[in-house]
């Protein structure tokens, strides 16, 4: 996953991917967009479908969902992914702690939730509140 992110850069996408959102969760919310865009391009694409929210045990975290037709097996792409943009954008290591997996146990998607290695960067994550 890292290494497709540098790809991309590398392919003269940095401008259209820093500018997906002010906070990793507003530019992990952003990618289905950005998907509906490709897949005019590449009409035969699988894209994934990916949604964000809040964790209400975690401040300052995120719920990150991921759904694909070939179910979890690119899961390890998605979190190389997410760590590399949120270092290369915003400046923050994360932790991604994976919470279900597709297929498994009935979940219909697999899910991470994510946080900030160092507690100071977590807004960077999202804009919500933090209290201390």
């Known amino acids: 996953g890292e290494f497709f992110l540098q790809y991309t850069i590398d392919k003269g996408y940095d401008n259209l991917l820093r500018c997906q959102g002010s906070t990793l969760r507003l530019w992990l919310s952003n990618l289905n967009a950005l998907h509906d865009h490709l897949q005019s391009s590449l009409p035969a694409g699988n894209f994934p479908v990916f949604w964000c929210e809040n964790c209400e045990v975690f ?6 969902h991921y759904y694909s037709v070939r179910g ?4 390890g792409v998605v979190v190389g992914i997410v760590k ?4 290369t954008y915003f400046d923050v290591e994360v ?3 994976k919470l279900a997996v597709q297929g498994e146990n009935g979940s ?10 160092d ?3 977590r807004h960077k994550l999202t804009m919500e509140t933090i209290s201390d």
């Open 59 to 64: 401040d300052g975290a995120i719920i990150l």
């Open 72 to 75: 979890a097996l690119l899961g």
């Open 84 to 87: 590399e943009v949120a270092k």
């Open 95 to 97: 932790q991604m702690d």
């Open 108 to 117: 219909e998607c697999t899910t991470w939730r994510i946080t900030a290695k």
């Open 119 to 121: 507690p100071t960067k």
